[in-house]
């Protein structure tokens, strides 16, 4: 079993690549940016595909959005707004350049600084932000199975071209947990700008730079998903501390994610940083981002995860606790929101939300917006306990049907023939029947109230838990006196 | 009456409009003509007759049934190779780029089909624009036609020689050290580099961004202004495009020159002229004085950096520009499915490349590189900016600056590529315009036993009008229209 719990002696460091969705089209060109499950090298033109003549023209709502996370991580905002390129050849780069920002040379990032403030094990930590930078995404390899044993590798470009934003952390997180909390932090903070919907597929990337005491840097890449993430760091510090107890050295190299394997490899060693040779993007013209702007933008800032937090406890009653799991992310937050519009009791939706659904999600591996259910559906559930239609027992075996087939609680109670047995009648017919299949029992209830309760429970359980409890309690207790009284 | 392939652009919108001429015949007498010479010339890689004669047909079908026309109708434009034409081979002179059909027509192409213009073809070219005697080409040398034994200058030396040869009536060149203006100097026409920003850039294959423009080439002021018209104007695809009220230069053609003040900076007499061009150049100094101009000589101290300036800068932007061409896309590829990548962008580029290009490349890599970035890149941008600041206070000064277009007067084909410094050198006049982005036009002003020279003249930035007024001037007062080369 690996301790991967918080350890100072691990660093590890995250440069997270999210694309900004909401945008209409591409960074530097009139494509549209909408080209997940369209065919490939469909969205593409002269100026994603790099062909030669092809100049870049920015997008102007880049810049508002690389604003809004700008702010609402606290950062600086630079008062420029500053492209250079980044000279390397691979396969999918179309102009073999990416154009960037960069932090030298004359070159500033489109902000620098600021934190995350996450919750680890009930205390909270901000993790550093270095910077934040506009840039363009690559174009998609495609490999079969591996990268490293794929007989071909074929690049789809309706990627190339999308606004990225880079937000890099100091190597400030140690260990893989705290590494996927922070990141489901930030996604939240994304959804709820409204920038970047971290439900789409590949829309939130991420490198890791990892390195325990007595080793150098290894870098992760092509980790695609924030499940990933924590398996890719657990895996590597399982790796690196096996190497340290054979008495081998940590070389600094950059090492593959193999999703599908689920270990790393190596791609090449670093032995110097890669010389980008970075100088300005001359196609574009400097332009200068005003306080005014910033304030503009300021202005329309929507509600952020903390915030929503805290009005979720002032607003809703709701503990401390219950506020910060319902805000780990924008869906969950957003549904129950929803509930709550239709349902008055907040803590009830809460403690099913808390409890049963993110159990049945998590055992599923499916995050909500993946599920079928819908908020009318949890909160008809509820209203059926309260109207005495089924027990709460019986609404946990509703529960996992409402994720999964999407149906409404009345049709799988309906179909399941969940119904509490309230009446008198069938609920004697089942004392009944207990009592005479358990003779020793029934001796014993007549002297020992636990007995009582044992056979209560066997009630309960020949009737699958729909016979209402409160009531076999009483028609037991009567049905045993009349024993007792002959 | 003149064989149609020998009217002025001027002349040919008269007649076509006045209906004494017709398109296709225009398009018919200039291929002849090329049918003619170009064996000697060499300034083609690609002819398109078939749609020349289509377009021309559909111009005199406009004719015909009065329509509006443009403002070229019938003129035929020979494009520089490096021009993005949709449907047509663009190769700039480069191996990497066979078989390269691009997609998409340059902004500057679609505006002259506006214009009812007529494309004759691509024209040869110092390989990616590198080079200032067209000796570069992967297609072979383009021939002076004052003399085939020379080159004509570069790197537009094709569109150069094919309007001094009367195989094309206007022509589109790419300047970028001075690669419209040599060949024009060379070739005895009229060569314009507008102010950096004035022409769209969207579709011209990129050798250094910061420095290069589009540029008209032709025959006289007149044909040169009525071109420029065409192609200035604003273009959202082009970040780096200016936003100007739009103007018709051809107002500028005046004959009152009387207010205007010429600077001419000693340096540009000075050492590594060539006596005999200095000589002929003041002949034309002394000769406009007596339409009232003034001079006075001045020092720019800055220019003895310029082509030190004007090379760290253009290489490195060279080497990020041509990163693209890996064979993957479009272009030379040895296609080997059993090398790596990595390997197989190695092998063609070794191959498509000539050496030049990888020269250029190279150097341009090591300016960029950790370690050298701030000795050599951020230093030539820092000169650049000292260079502005000489010409800038100049400029408050006088209203033009003026001297040779090129140093030497054409050079026999060989005798300097096999030393590259020795060509660079031969850019000593033309790049301070392009590091300061200031328009500068050259125009014909003598001989040098029999092989061309010219004049150039440099305004500040957006203030074509005086390049036209001096321009004008001087060509009435010289005669330059009227000199043809025997072929």
């Known amino acids: 079993m690996v301790n991967t719990k918080m350890d100072r002696n691990v660093k590890i460091g995250l440069e997270i690549h999210c694309q900004l969705t909401n945008l209409n089209t591409k960074l530097f060109c009139g494509c549209s940016a909408d080209y997940r499950g369209k065919p490939s090298n469909t969205h593409v033109c002269p100026v994603c595909l790099g062909i030669p003549g092809s100049l870049p023209v920015g997008n102007k709502d880049v810049v508002k959005d690389a604003i809004l996370v700008a702010l609402a ?414 | 009456m003149e064989e149609p392939y020998s009217l002025s652009a001027k002349e040919i919108v008269e007649k076509i409009r006045g209906r004494e001429l017709k398109a296709e015949d225009c398009v018919l007498s200039i291929f002849n003509r090329i049918e003619e010479v170009e064996e000697r010339v060499h300034a083609y890689v690609t002819l398109s007759k078939e749609l020349a004669l289509q377009k021309a047909r559909e111009i005199d079908a406009k004719v015909k049934n009065g329509d509006v026309l443009g403002r070229l109708p019938g003129v035929c434009i020979a494009l520089k190779d490096n021009l993005c034409t949709e449907g047509l081979l663009t190769s700039c002179s480069s191996r990497i780029l066979d078989g390269f059909i691009p997609p998409y027509n340059a902004t500057v192409v679609d505006r002259l089909l506006k214009e009812d213009a007529i494309i004759i073809g691509k024209t040869n070219m110092d390989e990616f624009a590198m080079g200032s005697s067209t000796e570069t080409s992967y297609f072979g040398a383009t021939r002076n036609p004052w003399d085939s034994s020379r080159v004509p200058g570069g790197s537009s030396g094709g569109s150069a020689a094919a309007v001094s040869a009367e195989e094309a009536v206007l022509a589109l060149g790419s300047d970028t050290g001075g690669s419209v203006r040599c060949p024009a100097s060379f070739c005895s026409i009229v060569g314009l580099k507008p102010t950096y920003g004035l022409v769209s850039r969207y579709g011209l294959i990129a050798y250094a961004n910061s420095l290069e423009q589009i540029g008209p080439l032709s025959r006289n002021v007149y044909d040169c202004a009525l071109l420029l018209n065409v192609l200035a104007s604003y273009d959202p695809k082009d970040s780096t495009s200016i936003r100007v009220p739009s103007q018709d230069y051809t107002q500028f053609l005046v004959d009152d020159v009387s207010d205007l003040k010429i600077g001419i900076p000693k340096e540009f007499f000075g050492e590594g002229i060539d006596e005999r061009v200095s000589k002929v150049t003041w002949e034309s100094i002394y000769t406009m004085e007596k339409f009232g101009v003034t001079w006075e000589e001045l020092s720019l101290p800055t220019l003895r950096y310029t082509l030190a300036t004007y090379y760290l800068i253009a290489m490195s932007e060279a080497s990020s520009n041509l990163a693209r061409y890996d064979g993957m896309r479009y272009g030379y590829s040895i296609d080997d499915d059993s090398k790596d990548w990595s390997e197989v962008y190695l092998k063609n580029r070794r191959i498509g490349f000539g050496s030049e290009v990888k020269r250029r490349i190279i150097l341009g890599t090591y300016a960029l590189s950790t370690g050298y970035y701030d000795e050599y890149y951020l230093k030539a941008l820092k000169v650049r900016t000292l260079i502005r600041d000489d010409f800038n206070k100049a400029f408050k000064k006088f209203d033009v600056l003026l001297g040779p277009t090129m140093p030497i007067p054409p050079f026999k084909i060989g005798e300097k590529i096999a030393d590259p410094l020795s060509l660079y050198l031969t850019d000593l006049l033309t790049v301070p315009a392009n590091l300061i982005g200031s328009p500068a036009i050259s125009v014909p002003c003598g001989f040098v036993d029999d092989l061309p020279v010219g004049m150039q003249i440099i305004a500040p930035a957006l203030r074509e009008d005086l390049l036209f007024k001096v321009a004008h001037i001087h060509e009435q007062n010289h005669g330059f229209k009227d000199y043809a080369p025997k072929l």
């Open chain 1, 73 to 486: 991580l606290e950062s600086k905002i630079m008062s420029k707004l500053l492209f250079f390129r980044k000279n390397y050849f691979y396969p999918d780069m179309p102009k073999n350049f990416q154009i960037s920002q960069y932090d030298k040379a004359g070159g500033v990032p489109i902000a620098i600084g600021g934190h995350v403030p996450i919750q680890v094990s009930n205390r909270e930590k901000k993790v550093e932000i270095i910077r934040i930078q506009i840039e363009e995404d690559p174009a998609k390899l495609l490999h079969q199975g591996s990268i490293d044993v794929s007989p071909y590798t074929l690049v789809d470009y309706n990627r190339a071209g999308i606004a990225l934003l880079e937000i890099v952390t100091e190597p400030c997180l140690n260990s893989p947990k705290e590494a996927r909390i922070f990141l489901q932090k930030l996604r939240s903070i994304l959804e709820h700008l409204g920038v970047s919907d971290g439900k789409l597929e590949g829309a939130m990337r991420c490198d890791a730079n990892i390195s325990l005491i007595g080793g150098d840097r290894v870098e992760i890449k092509n980790i695609s998903s924030f499940k990933e993430v924590e398996r890719a760091l657990t895996f590597e510090i399982v790796r690196q501390r096996s190497l340290f107890s054979r008495g081998r050295k940590v070389e600094m190299e950059t090492r593959h994610w193999d999703v599908v394997r689920r270990i790393t490899i190596s791609l090449r060693t670093k032995e110097a940083e890669q010389d980008y040779r970075y100088f300005p993007e001359l196609d574009l013209v400097p332009i200068t981002i005003s306080n005014e702007a910033i304030e503009k933008i300021r202005r329309k800032m929507p509600e952020l995860p903390d915030a929503r937090r805290k009005r979720f406890m002032e607003e809703y009653k709701l503990p401390a606790y219950d506020a910060e799991v319902l805000t780990g992310s924008k869906a969950l937050a957003d549904f129950f929101e929803e509930c709550v519009k239709i349902y008055p009791y907040a803590k009830k939706i809460s403690n099913w939300i808390m409890t049963d659904l993110q159990r049945w999600l998590h055992e599923k591996n499916v995050e909500i917006f993946e599920s079928r259910i819908t908020p009318q559906a949890l909160v008809s559930m509820i209203r059926l306990i309260d109207d005495g239609t089924i027990s709460g027992k019986i609404a946990k075996r509703v529960l996992p049907e409402l994720i999964i087939t999407g149906k409404s609680p009345e049709e799988i109670v309906e179909e399941k023939q969940l119904l509490r047995i309230s009446s008198r009648q069938e609920i004697e017919k089942l004392a009944d029947k207990v009592l005479e299949d358990n003779p020793n029992a029934v001796k014993d209830a007549l002297v020992d109230e636990k007995a009582v309760h044992y056979l209560v429970g066997q009630l309960m359980k020949l009737s699958k838990g729909k016979a209402d409890p409160q009531l076999s309690n009483v028609i037991m207790k009567e049905k045993l006196k009349n024993l007792l009284d002959k």
